[in-house]
């Protein structure tokens, strides 16, 4: 089964495919781990951590997660 974005995972790692370069062949996985669950619905937040770039969030955009000033979609690997 899946992981999900979600409270009860909090503390977790997640492998997770950025797809803002997919148009190009370059999309992106990255491991983090998820810190915290802010907000409801919506306006929900998912706050990560990675080595490499920091603490980062992801929203809830159209009933899915996505990151990125543009809407990028963000999928959990693993």
């Known amino acids: 089964m899946a ?3 979600s409270s009860k995972n909090v503390g977790q ?3 997770l495919l950025l797809d803002k370069n997919r148009a ?3 999309p992106e996985t990255i491991e983090c781990k ?7 619905g ?3 937040r998912a706050i990560f951590d990675d080595e ?4 980062w969030s992801a929203y809830r955009y ?3 997660w996505a990151y990125g000033s543009s809407a990028e979609p963000l999928r959990v690997i693993k």
């Open 42 to 44: 919506e306006d929900k």
């Open 52 to 55: 490499a770039i920091g603490e």
């Open 13 to 15: 790692m997640f492998e």
């Open 3 to 5: 992981k999900r974005i």
């Open 62 to 64: 159209n009933g899915r």
């Open 34 to 40: 998820l810190l915290r669950i802010e907000g409801e």
């Open 24 to 26: 190009m062949g370059q």
